[in-house]
């Protein structure tokens, strides 16, 4: 993974992990279909992803504005379960993993979220086992800050 990821520095991509769930995107006001010669239909498979790359459950996710960040993955579907059952969608929903070499971190996939104008909050969910979270900086009050940003 050091090889992978030494590599992957100098590349326009972006290493999601090891040893984590992925990442779903589903914001409000974008609903994945696909074109028939007659109709629009939404697929049942993951009803709510725009984009799905791994192995996130999408019939849990619900599309919204909350941004999920974690390094654990059954946290993330938990948290994600009870959003939903909340009414509270989510925007982007991002595994880091729990690995010590990681791809994406929090700050970054914050920073991410920061830009985003589809996400108004973002949950980070740290792990037992590291401190990586703790050196996130605070929510800002800028006009697309992620707050508020509550770890879980």
């Given amino acids: 993974m050091v090889r992978v990821a030494r590599y ?14 992925g990442i779903i995107h589903t914001p409000a006001q974008l609903v ?5 010669t007659t109709t629009t239909q939404t697929p049942a498979k993951h009803p ?13 996710h619900l599309p919204g504005r909350v941004g999920i960040v974690s390094r654990s993955g059954t946290l993330t579907y938990e948290a994600v379960g009870q959003l939903t059952g909340l009414g509270l969608g989510q925007s982007t929903c ?8 990681i791809g994406t971190s929090f700050v970054e996939v914050l920073r991410l979220f920061q830009e985003d104008d589809d996400t108004d909050a973002v949950v980070l969910i740290g792990e037992i086992g590291g401190s990586r979270w703790s050196r996130t900086p605070p929510p800002t009050s800028a006009r697309n800050s992620p707050s508020p940003s509550p770890p879980w």
Avoid at 48 to 60: L, N, Q, S
Wanted: hydrophobic residues 35%; glycine residues 18%.
């Fill in 94 to 101: 991002v595994g880091i993993g729990g690995d010590p070499i």
């Fill in 32 to 36: 994945l279909h696909r074109k028939t």
């Fill in 48 to 60: 709510g992803a725009r984009c799905k790359v791994g192995i996130m459950p999408g019939a849990i």
């Fill in 8 to 21: 992957l520095e100098d590349q326009p991509v972006r290493l999601i992990g090891p040893n984590c769930p």
